[in-house]
């Protein structure tokens, strides 16, 4: 099935840095999800957008549903050394995910 | 709430073998569970979806014969991995959602199964 394109593949950011990545694709879909894992665990849900144009927070984070509703992205301020992980993209269409290849975040202290 | 657990969460068989990774819902009804396979420094692989009491639905290349999904109950479902093999090992990670929930898109990530086949 069809994959979400998330950027940055990587990045290595100095602990209080803001931290932008995002998420697009050539369809539309009705939900978009943001999700963090770390290394031998599976993901754990940050943010969760249902309409187009939402903009959540959940502390630090920040997330948008994009007006087309064919891209999100997810903003963290202040970095600390625990944000460092991969963080995942998510789109839903009636039962049918599809993740974005991951983001991983390294936080130099 | 929504809380996923999976057990084992580390395997170690021979090859030939056969094993089941056991995916509960503890605190809400899952009325569609998922299982995902992850390769280091991947994302994540649909493998297939189960709806209770119904047969579940396999991603294309996913053999259903070697992969063996079981979700009798609103709170249980099981993969078995039959006659093993190296190449199966893989972390593989369960998820559930709630279609009755107001936010049913959402799925609820077990801590995942590291298999590994020697």
């Known amino acids: 099935g069809q994959q979400l394109n998330q950027s940055p593949q990587s990045m290595f950011i100095q602990e209080g840095e803001d931290v932008s990545m995002n998420c697009t694709s050539s369809?539309?879909?009705?939900?978009w999800l943001w999700y963090k894992q770390d290394p031998g665990e599976g993901p754990v849900l940050l943010i969760a957008?249902?309409?187009?144009?939402e903009l959540t927070s959940n502390g630090r984070l920040t997330a948008q549903f994009g007006i087309t509703r064919k891209d999100s992205f997810l903003n963290i301020s202040a970095s600390i050394p625990s944000d460092v992980g991969i963080y995942f993209c998510?789109?839903?269409?009636?039962?049918?995910?599809?993740f974005g290849a991951g983001t991983r975040l390294t936080v130099k202290p | 709430g929504a809380v996923v657990s999976q057990h084992p969460s580390r395997v170690i068989c021979k090859s030939g073998t056969s094993v089941k990774i056991e995916c509960r819902s503890l605190?809400?009804?899952?009325?569609?569970m998922f299982w995902y396979r992850q390769f280091p420094k991947q994302s994540l692989m649909l493998m297939a979806t189960s709806n209770e009491g119904s047969k579940a639905t396999y991603e294309q290349g996913v053999e259903k014969d070697k992969f063996l999904i079981n979700h009798a109950s609103l709170t249980l479902s099981t993969l078995t991995v039959t006659s093993a093999h190296p190449e199966d090992s893989s972390f593989y990670i369960c998820s559930a959602r709630d279609a009755r929930s107001s936010s049913y898109n959402e799925q609820f990530f077990g801590p995942g199964t590291r298999l590994t086949v020697l």
């Open positions: 998510a789109a839903d269409n009636n039962n049918d995910m599809r």
């Open positions: 369809s539309i879909f009705n939900t």
């Open positions: 957008l249902y309409k187009a144009g």
């Open positions: 605190d809400f009804q899952a009325t569609t």
